[in-house]
């Protein structure tokens, strides 16, 4: 029944997630090193959070805990998200850590004699890492018919990297005119070596600023809104009325997404220095603020007894 479950499961994902957007997810994974069939992890995901939706419902309606402890059955999910998240920013950093050593055996070998596809391809046998991935498979890509130009471009549009675009970019057009490429090689890895360390010098100098956000999102802001609202469910229950009420719930929910929301934006501002990076933070800090939200409810409603 189990294996059948899975199954049925499986074949609906297919029919309404259409082949080529299934395509694209799976070479996602194949690039972030995860071997495994899309579909098979989008069938395990969405089982465990079926299961985890209908544990916390049960529990809402039992034990009279508020059915916005539901949305914890998202969990799952922002897991799920936030292990790609991580993969993809640990590729991301892998291959601007790798690129500098990269052009300059590039522009070593430019300088011994050797065809710039051939430097790549020598390189390609005693590196590793994902950006060595990368190499690999655009060079099989040569092989088998692509320009070198369409085969090293594609390497770029994955890995939205903008120094590796920025060096891709420089290679071809370099290539094309004829110019000295190693002296050129040289000079770029020097300069994204320097650009490297401004920015591991800036995250250093701003990680206190980005503690004090987190600890602010993720703790201090929703253990604060739990404590007001038992606060004024237990003056409730001695007699007093409060016609804030009804209102105090939603507006901390409201107050804690839209605080998680400002504080990943700051954060991706600070160390990213592009907001559009929020995202990364945003499925971090939102679900652990929640999280601690309503558990700080069920301690301190637990403790005094309400």
Request: glycine share 4%; charged share 20%; net charge negative.
């Amino acid at each position: 029944m189990y294996m059948e479950i899975i199954k049925k499961t499986n074949e609906l994902i297919r029919k309404l997630i259409s082949d080529d957007d299934l395509e694209y997810m799976q070479d996602i994974l194949i690039q972030l090193k995860i071997y495994h069939q899309i579909t098979d992890i989008l069938t395990y995901i969405l089982l465990v959070t079926l299961i985890v939706f209908l544990l916390l419902f049960f529990i809402s309606l039992i034990f009279g805990v508020s059915v916005f402890i539901v949305l914890l059955s998202t969990l799952p999910v922002m897991l799920f998200i936030n292990y790609l998240v991580y993969k993809k920013q640990k590729r991301l950093d892998s291959i601007e850590e790798d690129l500098p050593d990269y052009l300059l055996q590039v522009a070593s070998l430019l300088n011994a004699g050797m065809a710039l596809e051939s430097s790549f391809d020598e390189i390609s046998k005693n590196m590793d890492g994902y950006l060595n991935d990368e190499i690999k498979r655009a060079l099989i890509e040569i092989r088998m018919g692509k320009t070198f130009n369409d085969a090293f471009m594609d390497i770029a549009d994955r890995c939205d990297s903008y120094n590796l675009n920025k060096a891709i970019q420089i290679i071809i057009n370099t290539k094309e005119s004829g110019g000295n490429l190693s002296e050129i090689l040289i000079v770029m890895a020097d300069d994204i070596k320097q650009t490297q360390l401004l920015k591991r010098n800036k995250k250093t100098s701003v990680m206190m600023s980005v503690m004090f956000l987190l600890v602010s999102a993720i703790i201090a802001t929703p253990f604060s809104f739990a404590t007001i609202q038992i606060y004024t469910i237990f003056l409730e229950s001695v007699g007093k009325t409060n016609s804030l009420i009804d209102v105090i719930p939603i507006a901390s929910n409201g107050y804690i997404i839209i605080h998680s929301l400002l504080v990943s934006i700051l954060i991706a501002i600070v160390m990213e220095s592009n907001y559009k990076k929020c995202i990364k933070w945003i499925v971090i800090i939102l679900p652990s603020s929640m999280a601690v939200f309503y558990f700080s409810k069920m301690l301190i409603g637990t403790i005094l007894g309400i």
